[in-house]
T-cell receptor
Framework: GNSVTQMEGPVTLSEEAFLTINCTYT??????LFWYVQYPGEGLQLLLK?????DKGSNKGFEATYRKETTSFHLEKGSVQVSDSAVYFC????????????FGTGTKLQVIP | ETGVTQSPTHLIKTRGQQVTLRCSSQ?????VSWYQQALGQGPQFIFQ???????GRGNFPPRFSGLQFPNYSSELNVNALELDDSALYLC??????????FGPGTRLLVL
């Protein structure tokens, strides 16, 4: 079955530091890949997505590239801000069929001034 | 702001009781999915409704059931509540595409 593995958190960074959160996946076929963000006490917000190999998703300074050869979708940001403090979830959805999304366990990011 | 709303925002129940959670999907979306997110975990898929029919289910017992209405809003019902049902319940809507848009969730506490 499908699965998503994320790096363990929490990740603590100073403001303006470079961020990488690793994500690898196992899936049949050609899944779409997503990063969602969850701020404290809130639901999930879509951060970015990529639907095919070598696609790069980007939003709000965050980027992730769909790497089929390494089955990875690592999240990166060049300069984090305190407001980026949240839990980040990597997720996938197979094409076709019903739209079940499989999530990783989440990585908590704390950015300190 | 996704346009997906859920009610109530918080709920406290006791073991053995029944609960109904509600979701209004984003305008134009005909598919609603429900997820359970335990504390410190990623969301787990419960089931999905498409045009009022359940068309996919995760590894949850039959006491988790749902409905979708003609306006595509949805309910999640849980019978015989157990302590482990305490979680954030998330609803997501979509429209035949790749992306699911999530509501803010309902936080359920079972005592």
């Amino acid at each position: 079955g499908n699965s998503v593995t994320q790096m363990e958190g929490p990740v603590t960074l100073s403001e303006e530091a470079f961020l990488t959160i690793n994500c690898t996946y196992t899936a049949t076929g050609y899944p779409s890949l997503f990063w969602y963000v969850q701020y404290p006490g809130e639901g999930l917000q879509l951060l970015l997505k990529a639907t095919k190999a070598d696609d790069k998703g980007s939003n709000k300074g965050f980027e992730a590239t769909y790497r089929k050869e390494t089955t990875s979708f690592h999240l990166e940001k060049g300069s984090v801000q305190v407001s980026d403090s949240a839990v980040y979830f990597c997720a996938l959805k197979n094409s076709g069929g019903y739209q079940k999304v499989t999530f990783g366990t989440g990585t908590k990011l704390q950015v300190i001034p | 702001e996704t346009g997906v709303t859920q009610s109530p925002t918080h709920l406290i129940k006791t073991r053995g009781q029944q609960v109904t959670l509600r979701c209004s999907s984003q305008s134009g979306h005909n598919t609603v999915s429900w997820y359970q997110q335990a504390l410190g975990q990623g969301p787990q898929f419960i089931f999905q409704y498409y045009r009022e029919e359940e068309n996919g289910r995760g590894n949850f017992p039959p006491r988790f059931s749902g409905l979708q209405f003609p306006n595509y809003s949805s309910e999640l019902n849980v019978n015989a509540l157990e302590l482990d049902d305490s979680a954030l319940y998330l609803c997501a809507s979509s429209s035949g595409g790749e992306t699911q848009y999530f509501g803010p969730g309902t936080r359920l506490l079972v005592l």
